[in-house]
């Protein structure tokens, strides 16, 4: 993946009003989740925008709420292509990738954005675009190729994700389709059912018509 250079300030007054607020300036309210898991109860000191959640007996996760801008996010949002992102919080570097956005139902501007902080030793799941690659046989032959599925979900370590998944239409023919499980790719595990229809070459009029001349003749 390419990586995203992002700073963030930590958020220290969680109330509406300040939320409301930080969104008149131009600013996103955000939560760095996937932090250090911690015995509980924890005794060592939490930092600028740090909170400690229960997440099971004995177990806690720290967790980080920040605060962004606007003109920051824009190209990691708007934007098809996927990024590792290098945060920077509390003068220290964190590796995250973005896990949800909340846009307002009207207005359609940011509300909220959630980041999953990664390592190299713990997978994690995350939405990866497909790009076709080759010329179908059905489509020589009349068809129209389809792209059923923009994204697929894999789990693997996040330095093992491509930035697209590469899938090669070469021999698929006419009415014929590629599912989840004819896939693979090496070191990631595809999460979308198996069944599901990545792309298809759809039999178009044309094609209907040729392939009835060509039974009549016979």
Not at 18 to 38: F, S
């Given at each position: 993946?390419?990586?995203?250079?992002?700073?963030?300030?930590p958020r220290l007054d969680l109330g509406k009003k300040a939320t409301?607020?930080?969104?008149?300036?131009?600013?996103?309210?955000?939560?760095?989740?996937?932090?250090?898991?911690?015995?509980?109860?924890?005794?060592?000191?939490?930092?600028?925008?740090?909170?400690?959640?229960?997440?099971?007996?004995?177990?806690?996760?720290?967790?980080?709420?920040?605060?962004?801008?606007?003109?920051?996010?824009?190209?990691?949002?708007?934007?098809?292509?996927?990024?590792?992102?290098?945060?920077?919080?509390?003068?220290?570097?964190?590796?995250?990738?973005?896990?949800?956005?909340?846009?307002?139902?009207?207005?359609?501007?940011?509300?909220h954005i959630d980041f999953l902080e990664v390592?190299?030793?713990?997978?994690?799941?995350?939405?990866?675009?497909?790009?076709?690659?080759?010329?179908?046989?059905?489509?020589?032959?009349?068809?129209?190729?389809?792209?059923?599925?923009?994204?697929?979900?894999?789990?693997?370590?996040?330095?093992?994700?491509?930035?697209?998944?590469?899938?090669?239409?070469?021999?698929?023919?006419?009415?014929?389709?590629?599912?989840?499980?004819?896939?693979?790719?090496?070191?990631?595990?595809?999460?979308?059912?198996?069944?599901?229809?990545?792309?298809?070459?759809?039999?178009?009029?044309?094609?209907?018509?040729?392939?009835?001349?060509?039974?009549?003749?016979?």
């Amino acid at each position: 993946m390419k990586t995203f250079e992002l700073t963030a300030e930590p958020r220290l007054d969680l109330g509406k009003k300040a939320t409301k607020a930080l969104r008149a300036e131009g600013k996103i309210p955000a939560v760095i989740n996937g932090g250090e898991i911690v015995t509980l109860p924890y005794t060592g000191a939490l930092k600028p925008g740090e909170k400690l959640v229960e997440i099971e007996d004995g177990k806690g996760l720290i967790t980080t709420d920040i605060v962004v801008t606007n003109d920051a996010v824009r190209k990691l949002i708007y934007t098809p292509e996927i990024y590792a992102i290098d945060l920077e919080v509390n003068g220290e570097k964190r590796h995250a990738v973005l896990k949800d956005i909340q846009f307002h139902p009207v207005k359609d501007n940011v509300l909220h954005i959630d980041f999953l902080e990664v390592n190299d030793k713990k997978p994690v799941v995350i939405e990866v675009p497909v790009k076709l690659e080759g010329h179908a046989e059905g489509v020589k032959a009349g068809g129209k190729l389809q792209l059923n599925m923009k994204k697929l979900r894999v789990r693997a370590i996040y330095t093992d994700v491509p930035e697209k998944l590469i899938v090669n239409v070469d021999s698929l023919g006419l009415g014929k389709t590629i599912q989840v499980g004819d896939l693979h790719f090496e070191g990631l595990e595809l999460i979308n059912a198996k069944n599901a229809v990545v792309c298809t070459v759809a039999l178009t009029r044309a094609a209907r018509g040729a392939a009835a001349a060509a039974a009549a003749g016979k």
